[in-house]
């Protein structure tokens, strides 16, 4: 199916009232086209009509026209410049952008990126972590603390597990 037949079928469910139809299809024709402005600004005004202020932002976040409400509710929804980095989805270089201001606004959310991680970080290969996230350094901690004592619980069964049947063993042949 071509772009202009995918965006007759938008319309046409827009039309008809099915608006997550219409904001699936879109979603797709974003993964599809990432650098297409139109498209983007397309899904979030169908994210306004969805009444979804965060994903709004997040797909008119390139457009300098933008509600200043619904960019803060997607920069606080995506507080970490890496996870608004991989929310936008961009592929490619900023200069593909079209607009001075959506250039600018990537440059920004890269730079951001960057600083976080303290390397550069390009637009296709954003850290993630084990769960598909973009890496956190605030909760590696958290996290190794966790297996740590996922690690203690289950060293301390299979000492009890060898304990009893020790016991066991000799139980059955003093």
Do not use: C
């Not at 797909?59 to 920069?75: C, G, I, K, V």
């Not at 290969?125 to 996230?133: C, H, K, Q, Y």
């Amino acid at each position: 199916m071509t772009l202009m037949d995918t965006l007759a079928r938008v319309e046409a469910d827009l039309a008809a009232g099915r608006i997550p139809m219409a904001r699936q299809r879109l979603r797709g024709l974003v993964a599809s086209f990432p650098q297409d402005l139109s498209l983007r600004r397309r899904l979030g005004e169908v994210y306004r009509l969805y009444g979804e202020p965060a994903e709004a932002g997040r797909w008119m976040y390139l457009e300098a026209d933008r509600d200043p409400a619904e960019t803060y509710a997607f920069e606080e929804r995506y507080s970490t410049p890496l996870r608004r980095m991989r929310a936008l989805a961009w592929r490619g270089p900023e200069s593909l952008a079209g607009t001075a201001f959506a250039a600018q606004q990537l440059a920004a959310v890269q730079k951001a990126g960057s600083d976080h991680v303290g390397r550069p970080v390009a637009w296709a290969a954003i850290p993630l972590d084990r769960n598909g996230e973009p890496e956190d350094d605030r909760n590696s901690v958290a996290d190794r603390l966790v297996g740590a004592g996922v690690a203690v619980v289950v060293l301390g069964f299979f000492a009890i597990w060898v304990v009893g049947f020790i016991t066991f063993a000799r139980w059955l042949w003093p």
